[in-house]
């Protein structure tokens, strides 16, 4: 969740989820919601923030990136002869199950699936609540791969595969990763509607205004998001995520399935009693886009024509994405084809090894009622809405659900994946970062640390004793929380220096990006 340094930590729900931050000016701040999906700016080679660009062998800590824009960006900028160990740290297991879920989706082998495809595929399980049935289908069998990897490693403690590592996990978060997984390959059999999740987010968070609602979607874009430099995001498309939650819309077909990937259970107090709803939790404010969307190298994909972006955010998107996979099949030895995989021959792929249960299109009537409520422990005391419980179901009853289904045959362990020779990404436990310190592995390890905004409380003098010599870190800022004030930006980007400042590190003045801060450690 995005709570700023200086406040107060609420009570919070396993790993801080709670939706709604209350600004030390009384203001609050809810758009971002309280579950990273993605992140609050750009995609970023961590090795190159510095000075002079790091080389050779190399290790980074990523804390609540949210999503792995910066792993594939700093992926595609290695030399032949570097080696790079990336270590996550998320806030909860629901961030640590789409990390997977796309970095699986990243390796696939162009022989499994064409390149504009996974583009596609990737896209509308990264940014879209509701996706084509093709990509539901996609998203079962992957989820199915990975829950039998994290089963296995239950028993063996060994990596399934030599570039994605959860072994670190304790067992009780790998037990809750099958779980999320199975719930991915199983959904209820009457799923809460993608759309009312996400029109009760956007009623709660506009209160009276929502009727004028599309009047603030267009002041958010042009007087916010496009005064940023964000020109290329289209008002048509923002405007339609904004309203449904669909960024990406890259084929002419029926995005109508839930996103289950996007879809996690809060805890609400109710009436007395501890409810669990399922329903969409994250950013419903600065967008999906601002991750691949918003820079890129290629200038023509910038140009403009009467003072309007020729391309949009989406394009650019599509573009950025396509030459990271191309990047990555590069360094794994695989090439892609001229001509692309059909959808014909990707669903017959699919089908021909694993047997999924299609489930019913989501239903859009006012049925989606809260029935018990679910105990849970250290749970957040909020208050519900009535739009909100008519869009979720209660937690508990998923979980039955999901116990009681059959489970699901493959003919094969997993799809074929590309091996990044020297190339490593770990995950560990949701409350490490502290605990690094007290273990000699992680001694002056990490030459990279990178922190998002919603974790930068979390930093303390212990980064001193796990950060490399000449460690870089990074810091995102919080120009894209669009709830905040100018004044409050600039406070947080100020507190942010004050904490770098008291762990040791200073700040690099060569630095012309404001979504990010970089500092360097101080030499004793």
């Known amino acids: 969740m995005h709570i700023l340094p200086w406040q107060e930590e609420e009570p919070h729900v396993r790993a801080c989820r709670h939706c709604v931050v209350r600004m030390?000016?009384?203001?609050?701040?809810?758009?971002a919601g309280c579950?990273?999906?993605?992140?609050?700016?750009?995609?970023?080679?961590?090795?190159?923030?510095?000075?002079?660009?790091?080389?050779?062998?190399?290790?980074?800590?990523?804390?609540?990136?949210?999503?792995?824009?910066?792993?594939l960006k700093t992926i595609a900028g290695l030399r032949d002869t570097d080696t790079l160990h990336v270590w996550v740290i998320e806030n909860s297991m629901e961030v640590v199950a789409r990390q997977?879920?796309?970095?699986?989706?990243?390796?696939t082998t162009p022989e499994s699936m064409g390149l504009n495809e996974k583009t596609e595929v990737f896209l509308e399980l990264f940014g879209n609540s509701e996706i084509r049935c093709q990509t539901e289908e996609t998203l079962k069998h992957v989820a199915a791969q990975h829950s039998l990897s994290v089963t296995d490693m239950l028993d063996t403690c060994t990596p399934s595969h030599p570039c994605l590592d959860t072994s670190l996990l304790k067992f009780r978060e790998r037990d809750e990763l099958a779980q999320i997984f199975k719930q991915w390959q199983h959904p209820p059999s009457n799923p809460a509607s993608a759309f009312k999740a996400w029109d009760a987010r956007v009623r709660q968070h506009l209160g009276t205004r929502y009727d004028s609602r599309k009047g603030c979607f267009d002041w958010d874009l042009t007087m916010k998001l496009h005064q940023k430099g964000c020109g290329v995001i289209n008002k048509q498309q923002y405007v339609k995520w904004r309203e449904r939650g669909v960024a990406f819309e890259m084929r002419?077909?029926?995005?109508?399935?839930?996103?289950?990937?996007?879809?996690?259970?809060?805890?609400?107090?109710?009436?007395?009693?501890?409810?669990?709803?399922?329903?969409?939790?994250?950013?419903?404010?600065?967008?999906?886009?601002?991750?691949?969307?918003?820079?890129?190298?290629?200038?023509d994909l910038l140009k403009t024509q009467n003072n309007q972006h020729v391309k949009t955010?989406?394009?650019?998107?599509?573009?950025?994405?396509?030459?990271?996979?191309?990047?990555?099949?590069?360094?794994?030895?695989?090439?892609?084809a001229p001509q692309l995989v059909s959808e014909c021959a990707r669903s017959q792929h699919i089908s021909n090894n694993h047997t999924v249960k299609r489930q019913p299109q989501s239903d859009l009537s006012a049925n989606d009622e809260t029935e018990s409520p679910q105990q849970s422990q250290n749970s957040t005391v909020n208050h519900t809405t009535e739009e909100e419980?008519?869009?979720?179901?209660?937690?508990?009853?998923?979980?039955?659900e999901v116990n009681n289904q059959p489970e699901t045959h493959h003919r094969t362990h997993q799809l074929e994946l590309i091996n990044l020779h020297g190339v490593n990404v770990s995950f560990l436990s949701v409350d490490s970062l502290t605990k690094l310190a007290l273990k000699n592995r992680y001694s002056h390890l990490f030459n990279t640390i990178y922190c998002s905004a919603s974790m930068v409380h979390h930093l303390d003098s212990s980064l001193k004793q796990i950060a490399a010599p000449d460690a870089i870190l990074i810091v995102e800022l919080a120009k894209y929380l669009l709830d905040l004030s100018k004044e409050q930006e600039a406070a947080f980007a100020g507190k942010v220096g004050e904490i770098a400042k008291e762990v040791g590190f200073m700040p690099v003045h060569n630095n012309n990006n404001d979504a990010y801060a970089v500092f360097t450690l101080q030499k004793n």
Do not use: C
């Not at 579950?35 to 062998?57: C, H, I, N, Y």
């Not at 394009?315 to 090439?335: K, P, T, W, Y």
């Open 24 to 31: 030390s000016a009384g203001r609050i701040v809810e758009g």
């Open 35 to 71: 579950v990273t999906w993605w992140g609050f700016g750009p995609a970023r080679d961590l090795l190159s923030a510095g000075a002079v660009r790091q080389e050779g062998k190399l290790n980074v800590l990523l804390v609540g990136s949210g999503d792995p824009r910066h792993i």
């Open 100 to 107: 997977l879920l796309l970095l699986y989706l990243s390796l």
């Open 252 to 299: 002419e077909g029926l995005y109508q399935r839930a996103n289950q990937s996007l879809l996690s259970v809060r805890v609400f107090n109710h009436r007395g009693d501890r409810v669990g709803l399922r329903g969409y939790w994250g950013d419903i404010v600065s967008s999906p886009y601002l991750s691949f969307g918003i820079e890129t190298d290629n200038k």
């Open 313 to 336: 955010a989406q394009d650019i998107s599509v573009a950025n994405v396509q030459m990271l996979f191309e990047s990555l099949s590069a360094r794994g030895g695989h090439r892609y």
């Open 389 to 400: 419980t008519q869009t979720v179901k209660i937690g508990s009853e998923i979980q039955t």
